[in-house]
């Protein structure tokens, strides 16, 4: 039997080597942050992925940096290219799938939620994508008791349905070889949210508790750290926020959107915002210190509006939206 190959979630760079030295990296990693290089600027931006008959925005890079999946008008559709930006090409056009998709931790499938609109009453239906063929599975279908987006934990899908965490093993990815993360790995719990409360489910007992509660302040695009042992979230008209997984060392980090974590655990690219009330003025991108909650512009040299930061698996290079013109873009960062 062979054993599986883990991604090493911790540079996001794909390698080969044995399990014993991508677990030794994630310990040493994990306990001295430090010795991760970070970036305090970031080169010019160039246009990397556009078309005249399409707006395309939420980019994501896969686990090894190789592909980038990424949506069009209204979210509909996911389409993919290679992480140079040729080989554009659609995966799926269905309906608002763009909205809060994911890769799998081995890189083979994106799920993703799509929406369906039935004598004006809309739906979710909740999808796994094989990205070598754009084949598919239903994981949930039609429903309008789910909550958020789903997620992966490890090859398994986590939805949040009618307030309770549930975990779905989908037929396409217990046939494959999958690859788990070196947070599956290390996480003894997985984390969720609904609406203004943070829960933790232990993956052994299936049992969840409430790890922190905002009172009607609502939660949203939280995203955990590569280790686990971290989230990010905002919080409704207060800002960015980081608390460790077992809702200990709550901060409050100021402005800031969508952030994207680097490699380690010290520091995430966010979107500044900028608006008149009705429409989008300006987004620029900062890099900020969630231990300390300092910040570095990254974007001074551009007029471009940066919006939806995400950080290649390495940590080298950012893309970003910009609403303007619909092209995607890259950075690199240094």
């Known amino acids: 039997m062979n054993e599986k190959k883990i991604v090493n979630t911790m540079n996001g760079c794909k390698d080969k080597r044995n399990r014993k030295f991508f677990l030794l990296l994630f310990f040493l990693v994990a306990g001295f942050p430090a010795i991760i290089a970070q970036p305090f600027s ?31 008008d209204k979210q509909n559709g996911i389409w993919l290219a290679n992480a140079d930006g040729s080989n554009v090409r659609l995966l799926t056009a269905d309906h608002g799938v763009g909205f809060g998709f994911s890769w ?24 796994v994508y094989e990205v070598s063929s754009g084949a598919y599975e239903i994981v949930q279908d039609k429903t309008r008791d789910l909550q958020g987006v789903p997620f992966w934990s490890d090859q398994q899908v986590a939805l949040v349905l009618n307030r309770q965490l549930e975990l ?14 070196l947070m599956d790995l290390q996480s003894a719990q997985i984390n969720y949210h609904f609406l203004d409360k943070i829960h933790a489910m232990n993956k052994t007992t299936r049992q969840s508790e409430r790890i922190a509660d905002f009172e009607g302040r609502i939660i949203f695009n939280m995203r955990p750290s590569p280790s686990g042992n971290k989230l990010v ?18 901060r409050n980090l100021g402005h800031g959107e969508r952030a994207s974590w680097m490699p380690g655990e010290k520091y995430v690219v966010v979107s500044m915002v900028e608006d008149n009330g009705y429409v989008i003025t ?50 690199e960062l240094r």
């Open 42 to 72: 970031a080169d010019e931006p160039v246009a990397l992925i556009s078309s005249a008959d399409h707006n395309f925005s939420n980019a994501v890079w896969s686990p090894d940096g190789q592909t980038i999946a990424f949506t069009s």
């Open 104 to 127: 799998s931790p081995d890189g083979e499938y994106i799920l993703a939620r799509s929406v369906i609109t039935e004598n004006r009453r809309r739906f979710h239906q909740v999808k």
């Open 168 to 181: 779905r093993t989908p037929q396409m990815t217990a046939r494959s070889n999958g690859t788990p993360s």
């Open 233 to 250: 979230f905002q919080l409704q008209g207060l800002g960015l926020h980081v608390v460790n997984a077992d809702g200990t060392g709550l």
């Open 282 to 331: 300006g987004g620029e991108l900062y890099l900020v210190d969630v231990n300390t909650g300092e910040s570095v512009h990254l974007t001074p040299h551009t007029q471009l509006t940066a919006l939806k930061p995400a950080v290649s698996p390495c940590g080298t290079k950012v893309l970003f939206d910009n609403p303007d013109d619909g092209t995607i873009y890259l950075m």
